[in-house]
């Protein structure tokens, strides 16, 4: 059993022999990228306005078609996670990290660093490239938020396109620290749309596991960082990394997915510190009334 999951996802010839190629791949040209997300940003702000517009404030239903995606991003997600993480392994047992000229290097420092020159070929950009068109699944939840009625729709639909957009530039500059950034990534989710699902449809919901998704995204931000950290490192100490020019697109785009993420939580904070304000007043006056 165990050898069988191996071999269909790292072992498997469409996996080992994989190569980014913009002529036989599905999804791997800029037209194909600009358009995509040119139909998905018109696509949602057209709806984000008309609902505007018929001043609709109450979220429309949707049946169990959020759950639904929630359980099919949980398993596409929990696939690419095992799949690109049998792949490092197998990847660094076969020593194709050992770069040219260089010694007293580590499978930690191949997967901060591509060596320049790098090609997007192999096990690793499979997956990458699994995960990119997953993107386009996750694409759905930008929708569903609107439609939903959920706060700042704007900032949702702008991240997710965004995302979509980074992972195209991991493929197709072979973006170094890529396999950590997409194994943290995809283990959130696993477990961020597991929790959606299981909640979604009714199941019991344990008390304080709210923070799920919230402790999820911060592990996502803090393996950010720490990629990127180290990546300049790597690039400024150890002669080079694959990828510096799409490493500078992707810093701007992680900029602003951090403040989007900060004044969405924080905005919410203040909204939740003024409620337990006026509840707690009102819990006084109360009491002062029973008196």
């Given amino acids: 059993m165990i050898r069988e999951i191996n071999y269909w996802l790292s072992e498997h010839p469409a996996i080992v022999g994989f190569r980014w190629s913009t002529d036989q791949l599905f999804g791997s040209t800029w037209f194909f990228l600009i358009c995509s997300l ?21 979220p429309i239903p949707l049946g169990p078609f959020p759950a639904l995606h ?5 398993m596409v997600s929990g696939v690419i996670f095992l799949g690109i993480l049998l ?8 020593t194709r990290w050992a770069w040219r000229g260089r010694t007293h290097n580590s499978p930690m420092q191949w997967l901060l660093c591509f060596p320049p020159g790098t090609r997007p070929s192999g096990r690793v950009f499979f997956w990458s490239y699994a995960f990119y068109l997953s993107r ?5 939840r930008a929708y569903f938020a609107i439609l939903r009625r959920r706060r700042a729709p704007v900032a949702r639909v702008f991240s997710h396109g965004a995302f979509v957009a980074m992972s195209f530039l991991w ?8 396999v950590l950034a997409i194994l943290s990534t995809t283990l959130a989710y696993a477990v961020v749309f597991g929790y959606r699902f299981w909640a979604g449809v009714g199941l019991p ?18 393996c950010n960082f720490f990629c990127h950290f180290g990546f300049l ?40 510190g003024k409620y337990w304000v006026l509840r707690d007043k009102t819990d006084e006056e109360k009491k002062k009334k029973i008196k």
């Fill in 171 to 178: 493929l197709e500059f072979s973006q170094s620290f890529q």
């Fill in 87 to 94: 792949s490092t392994v197998a990847e660094i047992r076969d």
């Fill in 233 to 272: 490192f790597m690039h400024f100490g150890k002669g080079g990394c694959s990828g510096i020019g799409a490493w500078i697109v992707n810093s701007m785009l992680n900029g602003m997915f951090l403040g989007a993420f900060l004044h969405f939580y924080g905005k919410r904070d203040h909204e939740y």
């Fill in 136 to 140: 386009f699944l996750h694409l759905f």
């Fill in 205 to 222: 919901v344990a008390t304080g596991s709210a923070p799920v998704v919230l402790g999820c995204q911060f592990l996502m931000l803090f």
């Fill in 38 to 58: 040119s139909i998905y940003f018109l696509s949602t702000m057209a709806l984000h306005h008309i609902l505007s517009l018929l001043n609709r404030r109450r």
């Fill in 70 to 74: 929630s359980l099919l991003m949980a």
